[in-house]
């Protein structure tokens, strides 16, 4: 089974930017699709952005399109969030989760993290 570990979370003053990382423990891991969701008090978890095993395709959130990017590093077991112009809105609870496939879709994910605390302060 493999397991993931998210960092890279903390405070930031709006417009700013943090990057998220994952790191797996297996690479096997590599042969995963690999997203990214995010999960507010009281709210249902929700997809941010994906990729697949080759990083060669990307799925991403409306609310974050043009703002965050996604990448991976086979070589690492790690993904990556880059977050940039981050708002208060996008003050949450990051995790990474991975997939046999490429999806955007949450019951598709079987491997998730233990999440990450992203605070944007305005």
């Known amino acids: 089974q493999v397991q993931l570990v998210e960092s890279g979370g903390g405070l930031v003053q709006a417009g700013g930017s943090l990057r998220l990382s994952c790191a797996a423990s297996?690479?096997?891991?590599?042969?995963?699709?690999m997203g990214w969701f995010r999960q507010a008090p009281g709210k249902e978890r929700e997809f941010v952005a994906a990729?697949?095993?080759?990083?060669?395709?990307?799925y991403y959130a409306d609310s974050v399109k043009g703002r965050c990017t996604i990448s991976r590093d086979n070589a690492r077991n790690t993904v990556y969030l880059q977050m940039n112009s981050l708002t208060p809105e996008d003050t949450t609870v990051y995790y990474c989760?991975?997939?046999?496939?490429?999806?955007?879709?949450?019951?598709?994910?079987?491997?998730w993290g233990q999440g990450t605390q992203v605070t944007v302060s305005s």
């Open positions: 990729t697949s095993w080759s990083g060669g395709g990307t």
């Open positions: 989760a991975a997939s046999a496939l490429l999806t955007t879709t949450k019951k598709f994910y079987n491997v």
């Open positions: 297996r690479r096997t891991a590599s042969n995963y699709a």
